[in-house]
């Protein structure tokens, strides 16, 4: 304020910032209204407000007043650019999200498990967009991984405003074959790494009053699936904590929701055959999948559009199936043996 009182010398200017800094880099951001007749210096009478700087006499006082209002846009930027953490960000749907949010202005962690290059190719494309972004490499089913990747990214940029939790593997069979490995490696990763990573991000965000969960469910965890048993178990479990901690949270003004995707292009759908294919593609009426851009659209809403500020504790479905048949499973029983197995696409 001192530096904008000091424009026309020792005349009286009044400082009146906008009112709202947006995180993009609106130089307009002040206006500035006279309290007195400027009579000194200009030899005239100054008025000045946003969008008539044209009036200025001289050219050292607009350079002042640009010099002035960049300053101001880049500094609220530094501080408003939300801090976002990414699990399972360097493919698929969570790489999606990451680059989304990262060119939306986040400052982005992007977490991985094992894809180290992958996810550090994301941190790039964000970094290339003029965005801030790092790289984590953590088990989300493991605590000490989990308080290291909160940590890392508190460090770093001094909270953690989102949270994506988006990591998730499979271990399909039917639950006859299932092993209790296979089962309690889902579990652990899909649901207790949601459980580990919601705890320790949310204990960062009640200090503030203020932050944003988005857990990346699925549809089966809505309608089940023939040989995801524990897949469907996992993400029905991660809707139901959703529901629960977005009532414990509400009075911070965290927001929690989640996302269920149907049928999302991804490696797994490159690699069916065309029969496969085609029989997914006749239970969606829009005749194709869904792309992992259009969940980070539906995400990038929920973590920073204002509009979506009183929406908590739901779970958004992002499929388009007709039902009741949209899961078309086809099993085949050979020797014992199931083959062409036809499942939703996970992140």
Known sequence: MAAAASLAGSNVVAFKPAAHLGTSADTRIAHFRPLSPVSRGLGRRISLQSGSRSSLASSGVRAQVATVETASAEAAQKVESPVVVVTGASRGIGKAIALSLGKAGCKVLVNYARSSKEAEEVSKEIE?????????????????????????????????????????????????????????????????????????????????????????????????????????????????????????????????????????????????????????????????????????????????????????????????????????????WRNGDVSDMLCLAKP
């Open 128 to 332: 290339a967009y003029g965005g801030q972004a790092l790289t984590f490499g953590g088990d989300v089913s493991k605590e000490a991984d989990v308080e290291s990747m909160m940590k890392t990214a508190v460090d770093a940029w001094g909270t953690v405003d989102i949270l994506i939790n988006n990591a998730g593997i499979t271990r399909d069979t039917l639950l006859m074959r299932m092993k209790k490995s296979q089962w309690q490696e889902v579990i652990d990763l899909n649901l207790t790494g949601v459980f580990l990573c919601t705890q320790a991000a949310a204990k960062i965000m009640m200090k503030k009053r203020k932050g944003r969960i988005i857990n990346i469910a699925s549809v089966v965890g809505l309608v089940g699936n023939v040989g995801q048993a524990n897949y469907s178990a996992a993400k029905a479990g991660v809707i139901g904590l959703t529901k629960s901690v977005a009532k414990e949270y509400a009075s911070r003004n965290i927001n929690v929701n989640a996302v269920a995707p149907g049928f999302i292009a991804s490696d797994m759908t490159s690699k069916l055959g065309d029969d496969i294919e085609k029989k997914i593609l006749e239970t969606i009426p829009l005749g194709r999948y869904g792309q992992p851009e259009e969940v980070a659209g539906l995400v990038e809403f929920l973590a920073l559009n204002p509009a979506s500020s009183y929406i908590t504790g739901q779970v958004l479905n992002l499929f388009c199936f007709v039902f009741p048949c949209f899961v078309s499973v086809d099993y085949r």
